[in-house]
């Protein structure tokens, strides 16, 4: 079994940050890619930042040179380091990771934390 959990959601002021994290536990191979989804109620779901295996990554225009996202060392865990955050980032964000396993290839997507910018 595979399992993804988020966190690090919360509550910030306009112009604030935060980090939130996405792990992967269980049983895989290597990590291939992983990406960041964001939904606000009534709002489609938005693909927000993507990182590959290689490192590579890149960020919808609404988030570019505000957003980055990052892994550790082990491809365990992933991060998504939010800065200057504006209120149209309130949403609940999703992680999917996309990884090896025995059985192949496969999207695992954790349940979803939330993000809220209000003063």
């Known amino acids: 079994q595979v399992h993804v959990v988020e966190s690090g959601g919360g509550t910030v002021l306009p112009g604030g940050s935060l980090r939130l994290s996405c792990e992967a536990s269980?049983?895989?191979?290597?990590?291939?890619?992983q990406d960041w989804y964001r939904q606000a109620p009534g709002k489609d779901r938005e693909l927000v930042a993507t990182i590959r295996h290689t490192g590579d990554t890149k960020y919808a225009d609404s988030v570019k040179g505000r957003f980055t996202s990052s892994r550790d060392g082990a491809s365990t865990t992933v991060y998504l380091q939010m800065t200057n955050l504006k209120p149209e980032d309130t949403a609940v964000y999703y992680c999917d990771m996309y990884l090896r396993t025995s059985g192949g290839l496969g999207s695992y997507w954790g349940q979803g934390t939330q993000v809220t910018v209000s003063s």
């Open positions: 269980g049983s895989f191979l290597s990590f291939v890619e």
